[in-house]
């Protein structure tokens, strides 16, 4: 008898957090910023930018994150169709994200205090393979520039005891600071300078803080693409303006720091021989052609050397595969317990 | 005195092949409730039974060996499983099929019953518990079925083959097993002649003893 039925107790599930860098290459600060040309003339491009952590036509550039610009009345984009009026790329993502939020579609998004509603808004949506399951709160310092004007951001999961939340969605705002210091609780005038909502893999950034003038609790003194449409159709623009300048903000600033968080649930088998079992093996060199064992001193007292556990299902369906870092001595003196654990 | 080693050892398992698509078909098939132990990679000649330090080193050369990790083909792991006899036992249990190899051409059939040899004291008996088959790819037969254990509860699936078209094993247990050889031709290659083969691997387990065998299955275009 070579299978040994695992026992209701002998098995367990466990769950562990895993917290590990953002960006390809397990690197938890990006600090070089790419854009294809390509995908930014595309029909695609006029909505969002993909960001790359190398030359887009490098074999191992990935998307790391877009930057969409939306807008409520559909300004910084041309319309679709110019006999339609207001609908717009920057149109179709305000009314997205808005509805992704608060499930309403008159409601404007808020940044900070309930006054500070925005007519428009940028997000930066991380690629899905690189956030996992949500952002690590705390870990973020994301750096724009301008100039030589520079402005850190962090999450105020630091100095707020509880996060807040937009019908289901977990969010944090984002203040002055870094992800190991906030420099200043307070709003600017237009209030925070965005929202960090982990489970979703967003950062919405807020462009009229970002629009204020230099200074304590300003802005970068951004313009922003606020044509109406019949002026930017006019001008034929051949990209997302606004898109362009939030990507051109990330470049000058060089480092956006962000960590991921994974729960990962573990089933744990105690693998339990008692001593008396799995003392001989089915191995050919150990017999000869007839059967016969090669060493007379294994008929009473044999001995296995355990390199390998298998798991089944009743069927004898080789489902999982364990392996030992070297062989485990078994003989009829030795009983073994071992713990496998099978990730999902 | 001095204190004695209370850790537990730990070892990561990872999901074969098979246990992929178990879990994909969602039918209830992926749950572990058995194991089995193996000691692949193990050359037993490496062990010393006149080693001078006496019979604590007889396996020193085998203990030493790093191993390799695991890895996902299911039909390649687990080869010489261990086995639970009698304490004395010099004879161990060993499988005969009745070939050394079967080839068959295209919709040609064959049965297979396994027997054992030299296990619980006779020469060439039959398991209580059958047999486990294992084809290890199961697109090449349109037929593959075992017959004489009860499997009522075992979740066996009788898809042939299977639904995805993916080069997939298949296990069946029985005492007594037939086989059917595809009748599908692209299986061969666009350009393949009549006279053309594909080979896979018909693995026997005894489902008591342990004892396995593998022997080639070669299918031959008609």
């Known amino acids: 008898m070579s299978f040994i039925a695992f026992n209701p107790e002998d098995s367990v599930i466990s769950s562990d957090v895993s917290i590990s860098p953002m960006w390809t290459g397990n690197v938890t600060t990006l600090t070089t910023f790419h854009s294809s040309s390509t995908q930014e003339a595309s029909t695609p491009g006029k909505f969002y930018l993909d960001v790359y952590q190398t030359s887009s036509s490098d074999s191992s550039a990935e998307i790391q994150f877009s930057i969409a610009y939306g807008h409520v009345s559909g300004s910084g984009s041309a319309y679709f169709n110019p006999s339609i009026i207001d609908k717009t790329p920057t149109r179709d993502i305000y009314g997205q994200f808005r509805t992704l939020l608060y499930g309403d579609e008159n409601t404007n998004i808020t940044f900070g205090s309930s006054v500070n509603t925005s007519k428009d808004i940028i997000v930066l949506s991380i690629n899905r393979a690189r956030f996992k399951e949500s952002f690590n709160p705390g870990s973020i310092t994301l750096t724009l520039a301008t100039g030589s004007n520079v402005l850190k951001l962090t999450d105020d999961s630091t100095v707020t005891s509880t996060a807040t939340y937009i019908g289901t969605c977990r969010v944090y705002q984002l203040l002055s600071g870094s992800f190991d210091s906030v420099f200043s609780s307070n709003y600017t005038v237009s209030g925070s300078y965005g929202l960090m909502i982990p489970d979703e893999g967003l950062i919405i950034l807020n462009p009229r803080a970002l629009a204020n003038p230099v200074g304590s609790l300003g802005g970068l003194n951004v313009t922003w693409n606020e044509d109406s449409s019949n002026t930017v159709a006019s001008a034929n623009p051949s990209f997302n303006y606004n898109n362009r300048k939030t990507f051109d903000l990330l470049k000058s600033g060089a480092s956006f720091r962000l960590q991921n968080y994974e729960t990962i649930s573990s089933r744990y088998f105690f693998v339990r021989v008692k001593n008396a079992d799995n003392n001989y093996t089915t191995n050919p060199t150990v017999i000869d052609s007839n059967g016969n064992l090669l060493y007379t001193s294994l008929i009473y007292n044999p001995q296995t050397f355990i390199t390998t556990v298998g798991m089944y299902n009743n069927v004898g369906d080789l489902i999982a595969v364990a392996k030992l870092n070297k062989p485990l001595i078994k003989d009829f003196t030795k009983e073994l317990l071992l713990r496998v654990k099978l990730d999902f | ?222």
């Open chain 2, 1 to 222: 005195m001095s204190y004695l080693n209370n850790q537990l050892v730990t070892i990561d398992a990872v999901l074969t092949k098979k246990g992929r698509e178990l879990m994909a078909r969602n039918d209830g098939s992926f749950q572990i409730t058995q194991f089995a132990l193996a000691d692949d990679e193990i050359d037993y000649t490496l062990y010393n039974p006149t080693h001078p330090s006496g019979s604590a080193f007889f396996g020193e050369a085998i203990e030493k060996m790093p191993l390799l990790q695991a890895f996902t083909d299911d039909t390649q792991n687990l080869k010489y499983k261990l086995v639970t006899l009698p304490r004395g036992t010099s004879k161990l249990p060993v499988l005969n099929l009745g070939y050394t190899t079967v080839t068959l051409r295209q919709a040609a059939a064959i049965n297979i019953t396994p027997q054992t040899l030299n296990y619980l004291g006779a020469v060439s008996t039959f398991e209580p518990s059958g047999y486990l088959m294992t084809v290890g790819d199961s697109r090449f037969l349109s037929t593959f079925a075992g017959t004489g254990i009860d499997t009522t509860g075992l979740a066996i699936s009788t898809t042939i083959p299977n639904s995805s078209g993916a080069n997939l094993s298949r296990s069946q247990i029985g005492t007594s097993f037939s086989l059917i050889a595809t009748t599908i031709n692209t299986l061969f290659g666009t350009s393949a002649l009549p006279g053309a083969t594909i080979t896979t691997t018909i693995t026997v387990t005894g489902r008591d003893s342990g004892a396995r065998i593998t022997i080639p299955l070669t299918i031959t275009k008609t």
